[in-house]
């Protein structure tokens, strides 16, 4: 499987054209979209990204979504958020934005849920717009802003990868634990990330 992740989006024209330009050039089978489609809206972006490249696109809010975004995402069919999704031999979790302000408040119930349930001999690929803390999380130098939720949802379901976005500025793939952390950075910069998963490895690189 080949997935394209982007983040960050804010209802930019720039984004749509990174996405359509990286879809065309690398094919990949489903576009992951880590929140942040819009900046507080319009809703009616949802209907643009849906339409990326004719590429099926998985996607889960960040903090700058409204409820009209989201439920626009769910009428279109590209939301997984707070479930867990197969694509080919890989389990996809949406982990929205769940919280207020910049306080990220944790799992919801139904994704709890959905992780425990799950065939676990199946490699995990967590899709969360908030990072972990500590890995691909630091706005400036000393100042983090991951959340202690995602590190304890990734030491207790130890994914294959951790795929996220929020911090702009914190762009960049880490290995650790076994697990591959990606923040792609903002696709309204024009930037993606490209990760693929054959053969029992997990591989990712920065586009």
């Avoid at 803390?133 to 706005?139: R, Y």
């Avoid at 880490?174 to 053969?199: D, I, K, Y």
């Amino acid at each position: 499987m080949k997935f394209l992740l982007v983040s960050d989006l804010h209802a930019s024209a720039r984004a749509l054209e990174a996405i359509s330009s990286a879809a065309e050039e690398h094919k990949p089978d489903c576009i992951l979209i880590a929140g942040d489609l819009t900046t507080f809206g319009p809703a009616g972006f949802a209907d643009e990204v849906a339409l990326l490249g004719n590429t099926p696109v998985m996607a889960v809010t960040g903090n700058c979504d409204t409820p009209d975004v989201r439920e626009r995402m769910e009428a279109l069919g590209i939301s997984i958020i707070d479930r867990v999704v197969r694509a080919g031999s890989v389990d996809i979790a949406g982990v929205p934005w769940n919280g207020r302000k910049r306080i990220f408040d944790g799992a919801s119930e139904a994704l709890v849920s959905a992780l425990g349930t799950r065939d676990k001999s199946r490699p995990l690929v967590i899709l969360s717009h908030c990072p972990a803390l500590g890995v691909l999380d630091e706005a400036a130098p000393g100042a983090q802003a991951g959340s202690q939720h995602i590190t304890d949802i990734v030491h207790s379901e130890k994914p294959a990868a951790l795929l996220s976005g929020h911090v702009h500025e914190a762009r960049g793939i880490v290995r650790s634990g076994g697990t591959v952390f990606v923040n792609a950075g903002p696709a309204m910069a024009g930037n993606a990330a490209l990760v693929t998963f054959a053969r029992g490895k997990l591989d990712a690189v920065l586009l």
